[in-house]
């Protein structure tokens, strides 16, 4: 029998998964929440604004009905904006079978929470009876919809793991496995912080040096603020972590790195923000990391001047406070 896998969201990531796990040789269902949008991909199989260039297998089928999608598999991927997250589990929950598999692929904090989204999940399912995960790592929607290698980590449990490897993992993402579900979660949406800041960088002319040094004591941050809420420091360092920051960071495509672009040109978050219906998952979660910093007394620079410069502080101020610090120990947490 062939394996089966329901997605929920139909953005870029959620199409690049559901392509990735039909060459995987599995069978897949997307929730689309628009009838129109559902029509199109029924129809072309290819999403009329996001990777034109993907042309979904027949393998991967589409519905607008939530208990349908939800009956069809008891491994469901949760691929929507984190501040969208609770919305989707509140409606899920008359539908949530005992043995469920379900994998968060967002990367971002609940705003009014500062929930982790396994933990906004386990809160809108409170008899919950199955294995949580969560998929991160350097996921480039646009070049693994190509078909490019690219390697992922499942933090989760040993069964979820094995599960998601035989709908996912036989196509071209190397999946990983990873027990500390918390550190996994925090490097997927910290990362989104930095790769701002390192637009601003770049739009800003500062140099590569300043890039460097922006994502290695941005890694920092990242590290100081997840070991503070349960996260081992090594992971950091990992899929979920590092290699997220120099693909996110690094890439023209990143819209992370666009809003930071932007946010160097001159333009107000808000204008930038209303110019694209893409989600820039940064913004609220540089909020929420800068509530937790002053929660647990953690010096957290560089989110702090990136939500000022959000808040309309000059970026040349911005700069001048972060190279005018007190002196610390590299080292020193």
Same mark, same amino acid.
């Given at each position: 029998m062939t394996a089966r896998l329901t997605i929920f969201g139909s953005g870029n990531w959620? *199409? @690049?998964?559901?392509?990735?796990?039909?060459? /995987?040789?599995?069978?897949?269902?997307?929730?689309?929440?628009?009838?129109? %949008?559902?029509?199109?991909?029924?129809?072309?199989?290819?999403?009329?604004?996001?990777?034109?260039?993907?042309?979904?297998?027949?393998?991967?089928?589409?519905?607008? !009905?939530?208990? !349908?999608?939800?009956?069809?598999?008891?491994?469901?991927?949760?691929?929507?904006?984190?501040?969208?997250?609770?919305? &989707?589990? @509140?409606?899920?929950?008359?539908?949530?079978?005992?043995?469920?598999?379900? &994998?968060?692929?967002?990367?971002?904090?609940?705003?009014?929470?500062?929930?982790?989204?396994?933990?906004?999940?386990? !809160?809108?399912?409170?008899?919950?009876?199955?294995? *949580?995960?969560?998929? /991160?790592?350097?996921?480039?929607?646009?070049? #693994?919809?190509?078909?490019?290698?690219?390697? /992922?980590? #499942?933090?989760?449990?040993?069964? %979820?793991?094995?599960?998601?490897?035989?709908?996912?993992?036989?196509?071209? #993402?190397?999946?990983?496995?990873q027990k500390d579900i918390t550190g996994v979660e925090l490097g997927g949406a910290l990362k989104n912080i930095l790769a701002i800041a390192v637009g601003i960088a770049q739009a800003s002319g500062l140099g590569e040096n300043a890039k460097a040094a922006i994502m290695t004591r941005g890694l920092h941050e990242m590290g100081r603020l997840a070991v503070e809420l349960g996260a081992t420091w090594t992971t950091l360092a990992g899929l979920s972590g590092l290699g997220d920051v120099v693909a996110t960071a690094n890439s023209p495509g990143s819209r992370n790195r666009w809003l930071g672009e932007q946010l160097a040109a001159g333009r107000p978050v808000a204008e930038i923000l209303g110019s694209t219906t893409m989600v820039v998952e940064g913004v609220p979660t540089a909020y929420v990391a800068k509530r937790l910093g002053r929660q647990f007394h953690l010096s957290l620079p560089i989110t702090t001047e990136v939500v000022e410069i959000f808040d309309g502080k000059p970026v040349s101020a911005a700069i001048y406070d972060l190279m005018n610090r007190a002196r610390v120990e590299e080292f020193d947490f």
């Open positions: 959620a *199409l @690049t998964l559901a392509a990735v796990a039909a060459w /995987s040789g599995s069978e897949v269902k997307m929730f689309v929440r628009r009838p129109e %949008l559902c029509r199109t991909l029924m129809t072309t199989h290819t999403h009329p604004e996001y990777l034109p260039h993907l042309h979904l297998p027949s393998e991967v089928t589409f519905t607008t !009905d939530l208990a !349908d999608a939800a009956a069809y598999s008891n491994t469901w991927l949760l691929v929507v904006p984190s501040q969208y997250m609770r919305h &989707l589990a @509140t409606s899920l929950a008359p539908y949530v079978p005992k043995g469920l598999y379900a &994998l968060s692929c967002a990367k971002g904090l609940e705003n009014a929470t500062a929930l982790r989204m396994t933990q906004v999940l386990l !809160d809108s399912w409170p008899n919950f009876e199955g294995e *949580l995960g969560v998929l /991160s790592g350097p996921n480039l929607a646009y070049e #693994i919809s190509h078909g490019r290698p690219a390697a /992922s980590v #499942i933090g989760g449990g040993s069964e %979820l793991f094995r599960t998601v490897v035989n709908l996912l993992g036989k196509a071209n #993402i190397r999946l990983y496995s």
